[in-house]
């Protein structure tokens, strides 16, 4: 094969569908993707033993999180990662996108925290606690890096840098899922947080990743040189910018609309408690039982648990006539 035919191929159909890598490392994700898979839906059985069965919906978003990752990184469009810019894009887009936003949706701490022993709580309390795990997941410190990811790994000589060293261009791969969770789990996800967003502050965070987005749809759709000369056609670069600008934006007018539905819900469930809460302080008064509506409401609204949230923590707590911590 020529060189030039080397560099931006043709993109089959059939080797996208059929050319699934068999390298170490695609093996390896394999394994750590059937794991964590395995492990969640264990969990969710667990949870449903104690009779508190787990959201369908979430299993099937988390599973799907998984999914998403495997077509990423093993699949035969990870077979054209280095060579295809436009196919880099979309593993990029399935890696920092889609896949994290299914992956939070599916609220695996939540799971992990219910479905477990106390000795694995606690464990799993203490790291989501800890002062290094709180800062990595400052909403500053987030924004920074998820925008610096963006902006400099396809506008800096760090691209080329990385297609030429492929243990590095792999290990991009682990980051832009990191830092997409990250991101994602402040924005859209339902598992609590050290540092809780208002709807409006969420709202804000994606209007930031708007001006990124068309950064790069405004300096690679219409470029004039490859992003990577040794790799990418010109047209492959403008054709790989033009799905990335475009995917973005759709991402995140997708992402708005489904941060407006829970906020929407939000309030509809805090309306829903009031008057549960209404309701038993007034059932508790007509019965001559004392007046007591906060203790009347928790137990008409909801069951209290080993791990419950207090100010936005996972924190223990005790069940009704058990000793616990709080």
Avoid at 49 to 62: E, H, I, L, M, V
Avoid at 219 to 225: D, G, I, Q, R, V
């Amino acid at each position: 094969m020529l060189l030039a035919d080397a560099i931006s191929p043709p993109v089959s159909l059939h080797t996208l569908l059929t050319g699934w890598q068999t390298d170490w490392l695609s093996l390896m994700t394999v394994v750590v993707d059937l794991a964590l898979g395995t492990g969640y839906v264990v969990g969710a059985l667990r949870l449903a033993g104690k009779g508190r069965p787990w959201s369908r919906w979430r299993t099937a978003s988390f599973l799907g999180g998984i999914i998403t990752i495997a077509i990423a990184t093993d699949s035969g469009l990870a077979g054209y990662d280095d060579s295809v810019f436009s196919m880099h894009v979309i593993q990029h887009l399935l890696l920092m996108n889609l896949a994290p936003i299914l992956l939070v949706l599916g609220a695996p701490v939540t799971l992990a925290l219910q479905a477990s022993g106390r000795h694995t709580q606690t464990t799993i309390l203490r790291v989501l606690h800890h002062p290094v795990v709180e800062l990595v997941t400052n909403p500053l410190v987030v924004l920074f890096f998820f925008s610096v990811t963006m902006v400099g790994y396809f506008l800096t000589p760090f691209y080329q840098f990385s297609l030429e060293h492929p243990l590095l261009h792999d290990a991009t791969h682990l980051g832009f899922l990191f830092t997409g969770c990250l991101y994602w789990w402040l924005v859209v996800g339902i598992d609590p947080s050290r540092w809780r967003l208002s709807y409006p502050m969420k709202l804000g965070f994606l209007a930031v990743d708007i001006p990124i987005g068309t950064l790069l749809g405004l300096t690679l759709a219409p470029a004039t040189t490859s992003i990577a000369s040794s790799f990418h056609t010109v047209a492959d670069t403008r054709n790989g910018g033009g799905i990335l600008w475009v995917a973005s934006e759709l991402f995140t007018f997708a992402a708005i609309g489904l941060v407006v539905y829970q906020w929407m819900r939000s309030d509809t469930r805090e309306a829903e408690r009031g008057d549960r809460r209404a309701e038993a302080a007034y059932a508790t008064r007509s019965a001559g039982q004392g007046p007591e509506p906060e203790l009347a409401g928790i137990g008409n609204d909801r069951q209290l648990t080993e791990v419950e949230v207090v100010d936005g923590r996972f924190v223990h707590v005790s069940r009704p006539g058990r000793s616990g911590r709080g």
